[in-house]
């Protein structure tokens, strides 16, 4: 069966099946007025709170400014450093950079690809003020292997969820794990907005009450400011959305766990194709499924002439971009991480995907990956 695409992720589908309730939202909105905070906002926050077993929730405007506010809350100050992995989205570093901290990347496991508490131990210091785990690609990494390294620096654990709504280790919930979170809502992740969004979670009161402070020009009280903040507040209108996918986030996640099994069933013995495993502990959420191979790119042009959207995530670490040329990294100083970006595939998958859709990708990368052994 000939698809005519097949998109890396599919949004029209999700928002076809929530199109009522976020109309119904929307009316509310405009009837209310209530364009900045409002009632949709702080059913989200305690929804999305609740959905984690967190005791707080603080929606923002963005992912990297939950980060950015999560780190600051937790004693970040320009000066310091922040540990995380090499392989993970520039926005990891960002947040650390626009704090005037320093980024300091370690490599990671060549399993999994996230954090490896060894080479973060290696790299800790007197100037070590967190450390964060990134939870890539819908897994959750080894919080609990880095809780005593932070200890032993007085620096806390900041867990970067951006790729992870609903997975949890050892049952708990990737957000919940260190002492706060940031997670971002970006319309592809699995839960995603109709734009930029984010969110900081925590335990700690005092930690949510300053991610509040700061993410409102350092405002509890109207033109009096008792930090320099930012503007960064979780839209009324996104809110809306997000209501409306938290409900069905356990249905959704649990589909794409399915459609992972399926992916790995139908590429089994595939030569040359290494599949993504989920760690001892984890139950992953799949928001995307990575495969690496040598020959990426001619596969990825293969793919893509098929008509099947798969990406790379990402092909260029950060240490090696020209935006963090001053950190004078070079490359083979993250050897597993820079290895993976020259071999990682993402393929297709979201919760609508259907099994007719997954054969044909999993037909036309083993066309892509035998036609070249012959």
């Known amino acids: 069966m000939n698809f005519p695409t097949i998109p890396l992720v599919d949004l029209g589908a999700q928002q076809e099946e929530i199109a009522d309730e976020v109309e119904i939202g929307m009316k509310e909105v405009f009837a209310q007025t209530s364009f900045i905070g ?36 937790c004693g970040v100050r320009p000066g310091g450093e922040v540990i995380v992995p090499a392989n993970t989205f520039i926005a990891t570093a960002e947040a650390v950079s626009r704090i005037g901290a320093t980024p300091v990347p370690v490599d990671v496991d060549p399993v999994h690809l996230l954090i490896d508490p060894a080479r973060a131990a290696e ?7 967190a450390i964060v785990p990134v939870h890539l690609f819908g897994q959750t990494a080894p919080v609990e292997r880095l809780e005593s390294l932070a200890a032993s620096c007085g620096a806390a654990v900041v867990e970067d969820a951006a790729q992870s709504q609903g997975a949890t280790r050892h049952g708990r919930f990737a957000g919940t794990l260190g002492r706060a979170a940031g997670t971002s ?10 734009g930029d969004a984010g969110a900081v979670t925590t335990d700690d009161p005092e930690v949510a009450a300053r991610v509040r402070l700061l993410g409102s020009h350092g405002s509890r009280v109207r033109y009096e400011h008792e930090a320099i903040g930012l503007n960064s507040r979780l839209d009324t209108v996104q809110a809306v959305v997000l209501n409306a996918k938290l409900r069905r986030l356990h249905r959704w996640n649990q589909r794409r766990r399915e459609a992972a099994e399926r992916y790995a069933s139908l590429l089994s013995g595939l030569p040359g194709v290494q599949l993504p495993v989920s760690a001892i502990g984890n139950v992953d959420v799949w928001h995307l499924y990575v495969i690496r191979i040598d020959d990426r790119d001619r596969v990825l042009h293969e793919l893509q002439a098929a ?60 066309t892509a990956v035998l036609g070249a052994s012959r």
């Open 307 to 366: 008509g099947i959207g798969a990406g790379i995530h990402y092909p260029v670490p950060f240490h090696l971009s020209q935006a963090y040329r001053e950190l004078d990294y070079s490359r083979g100083d993250f050897p597993v991480a820079e290895r993976a970006a020259d071999t990682m595939l993402s393929l297709p998958i979201y919760p609508h995907i259907t099994v007719e859709q997954q054969e044909y990708v999993a037909g036309a990368l083993s």
């Open 38 to 73: 409002g009632p949709a906002v702080t059913e989200f926050e305690k929804a999305y709170a609740g959905f984690l077993g967190a005791g707080h929730c603080v929606g923002v405007g963005n992912g990297t400014d939950a980060l950015e506010l999560a780190l600051r809350s």
């Open 123 to 129: 790299a800790a210091g007197p100037r070590t003020q």
């Open 185 to 194: 809502f970006y319309p592809g992740k699995n839960l995603g907005a109709a």
